[in-house]
C-alpha cells in the first residue's frame, strides 16, 4: 500500500516504523509455519518407528527399516491428518456470522439510536476507510463485561466484528477506535484465514490421538483365541501401533498448540503495529490495554465457544496458561506501541463508572442498579379529546410526540434505555391495581428477582400506576428498542415472567392484553426470525367481514350497556361501504374473547392499506360515538392499530 | 523492407502510445473518484455543522460572536466546496484554505463548549459531536487515500516515457490535499466520554 511519508511518518516516526514491524512479524510467521510442517514429518517417523519395532518383536519384520512399511504408515497417517484438516476447514468455511452468533453475539442494527452502538458503527466504518476493506457486520455480546473483541470469518468479505457489553461501555472513543482498528488489521492482513488454517491443522493432529485411543479401547475387549499365537501377534501389533499414534497426536498436538500460540503471539504484535498505522496515534490502543489490566473483569471471556477461537481476540480472555498464551503480556504490547513508557501500575488506571451489574450474570441480570426511586409527582396528562384524524398530519403528530415525550419523567424516559430497568418499568405497569394481588405478584417476582429489584419496582408501580395510558404507551415504546438488546436466554426469561404475571392476576384486563400483544409482535420478530415460526393466534382464520364484526363490536360494548353498544355499532358502520359487501352485525358481548380477537388483528393485518384505514376509523367512530375517547378506548384503539400493523399517532394528551 | 520494419515500429509506438494514454486516464478517475468521496464526507461535515451550532445555542448563550463565526466558517467552506473542480489549482487551494479556518474555528467552539457541562451531556449535542467526530474522521482517512492516488498520478506523468504522452495531451499534476494548520487533527481529538 502507498503511504505518502510526510503525512503519516510525522505522527508515526516518534513511536515506532510499522513497516518494519510488520516486515519483521511476517518473516517469523513463515518460519513458524514451517515448524509446523517439521511437527508433521516427525509425527510420522514417530508412528513409523512404533509400528516397526511392534512388527520386529511380533517376528514379523526382520529389520526396522523397510521402505514399504514406511510408504503405508506415512501414507496412512499423513491422510488422517489432511483428512481431518480438510474436515475441520469445511467446518471453518460457515464464515465469520457463524462464529459470532455461536458465541452469542447480536447484530447491530444500521439504524440503532444507542449512542453507544452508533458511535461502535462509525468507527468501523472509518476503519474500513483507513485500511480500505469492505465494511463488516458488527456484532455485540450483551452477556460478556470484560473488555474484548474478535475478528472472525475467512475472507474480508464475510468478516464480522463482535466487540463485548464492556468494550463498549468501558472504553473511550479512541480507545475503542484502536481496539477496532487492531481487528481490522486482522482482516487485512489475512490472520483470519492464517487462524483458521491453523485451527484445522491441530484438529489434524488431533484426529490421530483419537484414531489411537479407538483402536486401544476397541482391543480391550478382543479376546486372543487359544493356541493362536498368531492372533495374539497381530493384537500386540495393534495395541501398539494405537499407543504410538495416540502418543504422537498427543505430543504433537501439544507441539501443534505452543506453535499456535507463538504464530498467534507475533501476529498480535503485527495487528497492534498496524492499528497504529490506521489511526495514526497509539494512545488509544495503549489506554485500551491499561483499562483491560485495571478492569476486574480483565479481556475474560465467558462464552463456551470463546476457548477454541481465543487466537482470533484481541486480548488474552484468561483461557490459556503455560506458557500456551495466544496473545503476549499487555505489559509488553504497550512498551511495543511506546518504548519510553514505564510498566504500568493497573491498580491506578481509572474506569469510567458504568452499571456493570447484571451484565455477564444471567441469573442476577435484573438486580443491581440503584433503587433511587423518584418522589415526584407523575406528570399530569389531560384526559379525553374527540379523536379527529388517522395519521394525516405529520406535523401535528410530532408535536404531540413531543408533548408526550417531555411529559414522560426524565427517570422513565432513561430507565427505559437501561436494560434492566426497562424491563422493571414493563413489570410496574403490569402490577394489579388491587394492593391484595399486587402484593402477590410481588411476593412471587421477588422469589425469582431478588429483592433490590422488587423494591424499586413497587416504588414506580405507585408513581407509574395512575398515569394516562397514553403516556404508559409512550413509556413501552421507548423500551422496545432496548429490550431488544437483551439476550435470547433473557428474553424468554422475561416472556415468562410476564405470563406469570399477567396469569397472577386472574383476569387479562385490556392493558394487560395490549401490552402483551405488542411485546410479543415486536420482540418475538426481532428474537425469533427463522428459528421459530411466528406464534399466529390459535389457528382461527376469519373473513374480513366476520373479521369486521368482531372488532367493531369489542369497541361497541366496551364501557356501554346493550343500547349504547347497538347506537355505537350503527354510528360506527353508518356510511361505510362494509367489507366483502355483507351487512356487519353487532355481535352478542359474550361472544367475544381474546381468541376471536386475535384472529380478527391477524386477518386485517393481510389487509390492504386501505381496509386497515376504513376499519381503525370504523374503530374510532364506534368508540367515539358519545363524543369522549376515555383512557381505556384509547388503548383499545392501540391495540387494534397495533394489531393489523398500523402505527397510530398518540391522538391523545 | 526498410518500411515494413518502420511501419513495424510505428505499429508498436501507437500500441504502446495507447496504452500509456488509458493508464494515465485509469490513474486520473482513480485520484478524482477518490476525491468524490472526501467531498461526500466534507459535504456532511457542512451540514453538521448548523445542526450542532443550532443545539448549542440554547446553552452558550454569551458566545454568540463565537457561533456566528463558526456558521461563516462553515458558509465560507461550503461554497469553496460547492462546486469545485479537484483539476483546478487555484480552486483547491481556496478549499484548503477555508477547510483550515473552519477546522480552527470548530476547535476554538468545542474548547468554550468544554465551559459548559449541562451543553456536554446533553442527548442531541452527544450525538451530533459524535456524527461531527465520525466524519472528521472519514475525511481525513479519505484525504490519505486521495494523496495516495494523487501521487501515484503525478509521479506517472512525471516519469520518463509516460510523461512524453502526458506533455502530448496535456495532463496536469494534481493537487495534493495538504491541511496546512494542526487545528484539524485537533478537532478530531475532541470527544465527549
Not at chain 1, 221 to 229: D, E, H, L, T, V
Request: net charge neutral.
Amino acid at each position: 500500500m502507498g503511504v505518502s511519508p510526510g503525512d503519516r511518518g510525522a505522527v508515526l516516526g516518534k513511536t515506532m516504523n510499522f513497516f518494519e514491524a510488520q516486515e519483521k512479524a511476517r518473516r517469523r510467521t513463515k518460519w513458524l509455519v514451517a515448524y509446523f510442517v517439521c511437527a508433521v514429518i516427525s509425527i510420522v517417523f514417530s508412528v513409523y518407528v512404533g509400528v516397526a519395532f511392534a512388527l520386529k518383536l511380533a517376528g514379523a519384520l526382520p529389520e526396522l527399516w523397510h521402505p514399504e512399511l514406511f510408504a503405508f504408515v506415512a501414507g496412512a497417517t499423513l491422510l488422517l491428518i489432511l483428512g481431518g484438516t480438510a474436515y475441520k476447514s469445511i467446518d471453518l468455511r460457515r464464515g465469520g456470522r457463524a462464529v459470532a452468533e455461536g458465541m452469542g453475539g447480536r447484530p447491530v442494527q444500521p439504524d440503532t439510536g444507542d449512542l453507544k452502538e452508533r458511535q461502535l458503527l462509525n468507527i468501523v466504518e472509518e476503519m474500513a476507510i483507513a485500511s480500505g476493506t469492505p465494511v463488516p457486520l458488527v456484532y455485540v455480546m450483551d452477556q460478556e463485561a470484560g473488555i474484548n473483541a474478535f475478528a472472525a470469518g475467512t475472507e474480508p468479505s464475510n468478516a464480522v466484528i463482535g466487540v463485548t457489553r464492556g468494550c463498549l461501555d468501558l472504553l473511550s472513543r479512541s480507545e475503542l477506535q484502536g481496539v477496532i482498528a487492531h481487528e481490522f488489521s486482522h482482516i487485512r492482513n489475512g490472520d483470519m484465514r492464517l487462524n483458521m488454517r491453523l485451527v484445522g491443522f491441530i484438529f489434524g493432529i488431533l484426529v490421530l490421538m483419537i484414531v489411537g485411543r479407538v483402536l486401544i479401547s476397541s482391543l480391550r475387549y478382543a479376546r486372543p483365541s487359544k493356541n493362536s499365537k498368531e492372533g495374539g501377534g497381530v493384537l500386540v501389533v495393534l495395541l501398539l501401533s494405537g499407543f504410538a499414534l495416540f502418543l504422537a497426536g498427543a505430543i504433537g498436538g501439544f507441539f501443534a498448540r505452543a506453535i499456535q500460540a507463538a504464530v498467534s503471539r507475533q501476529r498480535e504484535f503485527l495487528a497492534d503495529a498496524s492499528a497504529v498505522q490506521f489511526t495514526r496515534d497509539t494512545d488509544g490502543l495503549i489506554g485500551a490495554f491499561k483499562k483491560i489490566g485495571g478492569w476486574k473483569e480483565g479481556a475474560r471471556v465467558q462464552s463456551p465457544q470463546a476457548a477454541a477461537m481465543s487466537h482470533m481476540f484481541f486480548a488474552e480472555g484468561g483461557l490459556f496458561r503455560w506458557g500456551m498464551a495466544t496473545h503476549p503480556p499487555l505489559q509488553v504490547r504497550i512498551r511495543a506501541l511506546d518504548p519510553n513508557s514505564s510498566k504500568v501500575n493497573f491498580d491506578s488506571v481509572s474506569l469510567p463508572d458504568v452499571d456493570m451489574a447484571g451484565v455477564g450474570s444471567p441469573s442476577a441480570s435484573m438486580a443491581g442498579f440503584s433503587s433511587s426511586a423518584s418522589t415526584r409527582e407523575p406528570p399530569a396528562i389531560k384526559a379525553a379529546e374527540t379523536l379527529a384524524c388517522l395519521g394525516d398530519d405529520i406535523d401535528w403528530q410530532l408535536e404531540r410526540g413531543q408533548q408526550i415525550c417531555v411529559g414522560i419523567d426524565e427517570e422513565w424516559s432513561a430507565a427505559a434505555r437501561d436494560r434492566s430497568k426497562a424491563q422493571v418499568l414493563i413489570f410496574a405497569m403490569l402490577l394489579s391495581g388491587d394492593p391484595r394481588k399486587c402484593r402477590e405478584q410481588l411476593e412471587g417476582l421477588r422469589q425469582g428477582m431478588g429483592r433490590k429489584y422488587v423494591e424499586t419496582l413497587s416504588e414506580w408501580h405507585e408513581t407509574i400506576g395512575p398515569l394516562h395510558s397514553a403516556a404508559k404507551i409512550a413509556i413501552l415504546d421507548l423500551c422496545i428498542p432496548t429490550l431488544k438488546r437483551l439476550s435470547e436466554s433473557e428474553y424468554e426469561r422475561l416472556l415468562q415472567m410476564l405470563d406469570w404475571v399477567i396469569a397472577a392476576d386472574e383476569k387479562v384486563d385490556l392493558f394487560e392484553f395490549m401490552l402483551q400483544h405488542s411485546l410479543s409482535r415486536h420482540l418475538s420478530r426481532h428474537f425469533f426470525t427463522g428459528k421459530r415460526k411466528l406464534e399466529r393466534g390459535p389457528g382461527l382464520t376469519k373473513g374480513l367481514s366476520e373479521s369486521g364484526d368482531i372488532l367493531l363490536s369489542m369497541m361497541a360494548w366496551n364501557g356501554r350497556d346493550s343500547k349504547g353498544a347497538a347506537k355505537a355499532f350503527k354510528f360506527a358502520v353508518e356510511g361505510s361501504t362494509p367489507f366483502e359487501s355483507r351487512v356487519p352485525s353487532l355481535l352478542p358481548e359474550d361472544a367475544l374473547n381474546s381468541e376471536l380477537v386475535l384472529a380478527a388483528l391477524a386477518a386485517f393485518e393481510e389487509a390492504s392499506p386501505l381496509l386497515k384505514k376504513r376499519i381503525l376509523e370504523m374503530c374510532g367512530h364506534a368508540a367515539a360515538e358519545d363524543g369522549v375517547l376515555s383512557n381505556e378506548e384509547a388503548e383499545l384503539l392501540r391495540v387494534v392499530a397495533d394489531g393489523i400493523g398500523v402505527a397510530l399517532p398518540p391522538f391523545l394528551l | 523492407m526498410v518500411l515494413l520494419a518502420f511501419g513495424v515500429l510505428v505499429v508498436f509506438f501507437l500500441l504502446w502510445a495507447i496504452g500509456a494514454y488509458n493508464g494515465l486516464i485509469r490513474l486520473r478517475n482513480m485520484y478524482r473518484n477518490a476525491f468524490a468521496q472526501i467531498d461526500v464526507q466534507l459535504k456532511r461535515r457542512h451540514d453538521l455543522i448548523p445542526n450542532l451550532v443550532e443545539t448549542a445555542k440554547s446553552f452558550m448563550k454569551h458566545e454568540r460572536e463565537t457561533l456566528e463565526a463558526v456558521i461563516q466558517a462553515r458558509n465560507a467552506a461550503a461554497s469553496a466546496r460547492d462546486g469545485l473542480n479537484p483539476d483546478d489549482a487555484a480552486q483547491m487551494q481556496g478549499l484548503m484554505a477555508a477547510e483550515a479556518g473552519l477546522g480552527s474555528m470548530m476547535t476554538k467552539f468545542f474548547a468554550l463548549a468544554e465551559a459548559y457541562p449541562d451543553l456536554k451531556s446533553n442527548q442531541n449535542m452527544m450525538q451530533v459531536s459524535e456524527e461531527l467526530t465520525t466524519t472528521e474522521n472519514k475525511v481525513s482517512f479519505s484525504r490519505q487515500a486521495y494523496n495516495d492516488a494523487a501521487t501515484l498520478y503525478n509521479t506517472k506523468i512525471e516519469v520518463v516515457p509516460s510523461n512524453i504522452i502526458a506533455g502530448m495531451f496535456n495532463f496536469k499534476a494534481a493537487v495534493l490535499f495538504e491541511v496546512s494548520s494542526e487545528s484539524e487533527r485537533e478537532v478530531v481529538k475532541v470527544s465527549f466520554d
